[in-house]
């Protein structure tokens, strides 16, 4: 088994996947953050990069004050680096020989792309019978093998950025990359499926992930709607298609996100808007009532709230148990999970060598994810990683071997 760096004498417990070695061959998010989420959790996660390195290293600004790019270092921490050049044949055995030792192959280049370095599944599995595989592309490896898998392509055509924006305006992409991170989340969800199969069976498998097919799974009451009731749904701004009040509000200096999902949730709005007949109203009854009127009820529900800031009602709002919320900015989030005692930041790599991430969103009480390393420089363990390659395989105790 390939060692990762010593962990903090006051991080002594094993982790999940523990002893589980990923040969990471993927770049830019999807695949990196499936790896980085694996690698947190125990696996011993190998970042295999050309000569000029992961596209993301050089997507900046922002950057942080030592010049690493932030966005790479968002997906690639708990990872070593090794550089491989494909096109030389010394570093393409290398590659094939990593493989040979994974328990998992992660990828994401184009649909059969990795064919002619023997690094696709079929080549890898006649070395390596109980691998599992994961592959994710952007369209699928069927008719849309040869459609670049850019995010922002996949909002577009999956139909999201229809959804996205005001009725009138014009569509808008996600403020984040939706549905790499969905691909990483599902790879991750397969990946661990898979590992539990293997546990029972000894079995690897190759698995398949896209972009597009996460998004028709992650697009969820909207791709329901055509398929299930035949309704195209459009864009609606901020308002919900089948719940109101369930959006933003004006009120005396800034707008707050009002939730009410229910009969009872509204009720106690009302109540503390100080206008309770509303929620006996006849015309507001149900939500079905006021969804379909949501334009004669939002003016009742705005004048009362503009006669006091969003702070106030916020504060009014959840002492009676109605969800709602300011509309903050990344850095007013943060601060705002901190404030609520989730730890959103944490330091990852090895005293003295230790900067800033964002905690993994697991919590479990037996073994709880680490963060040993930094998001390695380019190369950074290429000597090390090759060294373990070298020696005698029989050295290495890998899971497979030790069964």
Request: hydrophobic share 40%; charged share 20%; glycine share 8%.
């Amino acid at each position: 088994m390939f060692p990762l760096a010593q962990q903090p004498e006051t991080t002594p417990r094993a982790r999940p996947l523990d002893g589980v070695v990923v040969a990471d061959f993927s770049r830019v998010l999807a695949g990196p953050y499936a790896t980085m989420l694996l690698a947190d959790m125990g696996a011993e996660v190998i970042k295999v990069e050309s000569p000029a390195g992961d596209d993301t290293r050089s997507w900046v600004p922002p950057v942080r004050p030592d010049g690493v790019s932030t966005y790479y270092a968002a997906i690639n921490r708990n990872k070593k680096s090794v550089v491989l050049d494909f096109k030389d044949s010394n570093d393409l055995a290398a590659a094939q020989a990593l493989a040979a030792r994974a328990d998992v192959v992660i990828e994401n280049f184009k649909p059969g792309g990795l064919k002619r370095f023997g690094l696709d599944y079929a080549s890898v599995k006649e070395r390596n019978e109980s691998v599992i595989y994961c592959s994710i592309s952007g369209f699928g490896t069927a008719e849309g093998s040869s459609l670049p898998g850019y995010d922002l392509i996949v909002q577009a055509m999956s139909g999201l950025m229809s959804l996205t924006g005001g009725p009138e305006g014009s569509p808008y992409r996600a403020g984040i990359s939706v549905f790499d991170v969905m691909a990483g989340l599902h790879s991750t969800i397969g990946i661990l499926a898979a590992l539990r199969h293997r546990d029972q069976t000894g079995e690897g498998q190759s698995i398949e992930t896209s972009l597009m097919a996460s998004a028709m799974s992650g697009l969820v009451n909207q791709t329901s709607a055509y398929v299930a009731g035949g309704v195209t749904p459009h864009r609606m701004g901020n308002a919900h298609p089948s719940l109101f009040p369930y959006e933003p509000l004006p009120t005396a200096d800034d707008d707050l996100i009002v939730a009410a999902g229910n009969n009872a949730q509204f009720r106690k709005l009302c109540v503390v808007l100080g206008v309770p007949e509303l929620a006996d109203d006849p015309r507001f009854a149900e939500n079905k009532d006021r969804t379909e009127r949501r334009e004669e009820l939002r003016p009742l529900l705005v004048d009362r709230l503009r006669t006091e800031s969003a702070g106030y009602w916020f504060d009014k709002l959840n002492e009676a148990g109605v969800p709602n919320g300011p509309i903050n900015s990344i850095k007013q989030g943060v601060e705002y999970a901190q404030k609520l005692g989730l730890e959103p930041v944490v330091q990852v790599g090895t005293p003295g060598h230790q900067v800033p991430g964002v905690r993994n969103p697991i919590t479990f009480s037996a073994t709880p994810p680490q963060y040993d390393l930094a998001p390695p420089k380019l190369g950074e363990h290429t000597e090390e990683i090759l060294a373990w390659l070298a020696a005698p395989t029989t050295a290495a105790a890998s899971t497979k071997e030790k069964a």
